[in-house]
């Protein structure tokens, strides 16, 4: 047994090594830590006897809960979809590690092509009025007495366009989108939370680092 201890040891830091040198924002140790997070996260899977190929989309949302505080669906849907580069429905180490570096350390330029991504809620490089609406209807607290409670977030709708669209073709593209987050900041979260604040990033990697330093 402490053979086998022993040997994925060895293959976890191998596979740090490996990883961390393909990524900017941590280090070989910081690496290590994450992926002994991911192989807990996997841990129950795998105790059941599952043939586990890495993070389901509902181990991985209970993770943005839980860790994040994250609660809308559909962003949440969109975060794993950006983390799962190769569309197999599942999150891999390398996957995972790339994700994290830009989700909890990421350069601008890096968090405005990751929340473009999750945005794009059907992947054709676009973010259209209908996935604005769908976005940005819960964000609107609607009245009982409104006629047509969707007239505000239509409304909304069009007050983004008019100051993100610049090319005016009635949706976003990337470009429309990076222009607009360089010149006010406060865009880049424009249709809904898909990043973890600061009090939750020290957290959690207080909580998966500090692990590390224990014997």
Not at 40 to 57: C, I, K, M
Not at 81 to 99: L, Y
Not at 186 to 192: P, R, S
Request: aromatic share 10%; proline share 2%; hydrophobic share 35%.
């Amino acid at each position: 047994m402490s053979q086998m201890t022993a040997m994925k040891r060895k293959s976890l830091q191998t596979l740090a090594e490996t990883l961390s040198k393909q990524v900017q924002h941590f280090s070989k140790t910081e690496v290590e830590g994450l992926i002994g997070l991911y192989h807990e996260l996997l841990g129950e899977s795998a105790a059941q006897g599952r043939g586990v190929t890495g993070l389901d989309r509902s181990r991985f949302r209970t993770l943005l809960y839980n860790m994040f505080g994250m609660t809308d669906d559909m962003i949440m849907d969109g975060v794993f979809r950006t983390f799962d580069k190769d569309n197999d429905s599942f999150v891999n180490e390398k996957e995972w590690i790339e994700g994290l570096c830009i989700f909890l350390r990421g350069t601008l330029d890096e968090k405005i092509k990751y929340c473009f991504n999750v945005y794009d809620l059907n992947s054709d490089n676009y973010i259209s009025r209908e996935e604005m609406f769908q976005m940005l209807k819960d964000s609107l607290i609607r009245q009982p007495s409104e006629e047509d409670p969707d007239e505000g977030v239509k409304e909304l709708v069009e007050m983004t366009l008019k100051k993100m669209d610049y090319d005016h073709d009635g949706r976003l593209s990337f470009d429309d989108f990076k222009k607009a987050v360089k010149e006010e900041n406060l865009l880049l979260e424009a249709f809904g939370t898909c990043l973890p604040d600061a009090t939750n990033i020290e957290k959690f990697e207080q909580q998966v680092f500090q692990k590390q330093v224990k014997p």
